[in-house]
Nanobody, 126 residues
Framework: QLQFVESGGGLVQPGGSLKLSCAASGIRDYYLLGWFRQAPGKEREGVSC???????YYSNSVVGRSTISRDSAKNTVFFEMNSLKPEDTAVYFC?????????????????????WGQGTQVTVSS
């Protein structure tokens, strides 16, 4: 059984930064790990993914101002985002999959429902 615990969310001022963490258990080394977000009234969207070999993928909404990384020894994935905007406000989730980063970022609904964390709220506001 896969389990995920996200942390690091909170209230951040526009232009600020934050770093989210997700501790995963039950996953194998070959799993992709991704970050997703869902704003009120909107569908869940993929923002970033990292494969087992460290290859990364970012959505257009965060590319250039975010970094995803993973500590495979601790089964933990991190997501750091800078230059935060009010439109970054959302619940951020981590998830694991075995397909491809491009696929799960573009189509997060393909991820097994049991491979998601509970999410952490990020609010960008002054």
């Amino acid at each position: 059984q896969l389990q995920f615990v996200e942390s690091g969310g909170g209230l951040v001022q526009p232009g600020g930064s934050l770093k989210l963490s997700c501790a995963a258990s039950g996953i194998r080394d070959y799993y992709l790990l991704g970050w997703f977000r869902q704003a009120p009234g909107k569908e869940r969207e993929g923002v970033s993914c990292i494969s087992s070999d460290g290859t990364t993928y970012y959505s257009n909404s965060v590319v250039g101002r975010s970094t995803i990384s993973r500590d495979s020894a601790k089964n933990t994935v991190f997501f750091e985002m800078n230059s935060l905007k009010p439109e970054d406000t959302a619940v951020y989730f981590c998830a694991a999959d075995t397909s491809a980063c491009y696929t799960i970022v573009q189509q997060p609904n393909q991820i097994n429902p049991g491979h998601w964390g509970q999410g952490t709220q990020v609010t960008v506001s002054s």
